[in-house]
């Protein structure tokens, strides 16, 4: 019948709706218990089905884990791969990636998550590995990817574009984004916008030609 809808698309529907509240609940169930102590087993009795339906969507605990992770950033990544784009103005995109990135790091559940992996990672190595390859990696990738076409435009001084990531981002993380970590200036949202531009001008103040 026109303008109807096909079953398919209706199952698919069904599924993905199934699948984001799977990764709501796993979500919760993470940042409250810690990864060691939320189990497959109690995702599926908090979503009142069967660990075989938990398992049809995710095969162990380190993809389900991958998976919210991934949900988490995702919209992150976006706005970053609209703002890092080749640009006549570095120096302004550089500044937008610096506030971006501490709001970012300083939000509540960001501050939940890098505890539990800080928390988790000494008895659960592949926390670790999951976190980075799905966070901090893919954030200096395409920062590098930037600040490649920069240095190559002569926009910034010539050299190795992973380390000059690599510090930048450091900067970024190197202060009040600890403080917060360790439980020091909660609420100090107001903060973040100072700091970055401080972070990114002590980055400029070094690669810009």
């Not at 529907?13 to 409250?32: G, Y």
């Amino acid at each position: 019948m026109e303008g109807s809808t096909p079953v398919p698309g209706k199952r698919e529907a069904r599924k993905q709706d199934r699948r984001s509240t799977i990764l709501c609940t796993a979500r919760r169930a993470f940042l409250e218990n810690g990864y060691s102590a939320t189990s497959m087993s109690s995702i599926a009795v908090e979503l009142g089905g069967s660990k075989a339906t938990l398992w049809n969507y995710f095969s162990n605990k380190e993809e389900l884990f991958a998976a919210v992770l991934d949900e988490a950033t995702r919209e992150y990544r976006q706005q970053l791969t609209d703002l890092l784009k080749p640009s006549n103005d570095v120096r302004a995109t550089l500044m937008e990636f610096a506030r971006g990135f501490l709001t970012k790091l300083t939000s509540p559940d960001a501050l939940r998550l890098h505890r539990l992996v800080a928390a988790e990672v000494g008895r659960a190595p592949e926390v670790g590995e999951i976190f980075y390859r799905r966070a901090p990696q893919r954030t200096r990738e395409l920062l590098t990817a930037f600040i490649a076409e920069a240095m190559a435009a002569g926009q910034l001084r010539q050299e190795d574009p992973a380390e000059a990531a690599q510090v930048m981002m450091a900067l970024c993380m190197g202060g009040l984004h600890q403080r917060m970590l360790w439980g020091q200036d909660e609420g100090a949202a107001d903060k973040v916008a100072a700091e970055a531009e401080r972070a990114a001008e002590v980055f400029l103040r070094a690669f810009v030609i």
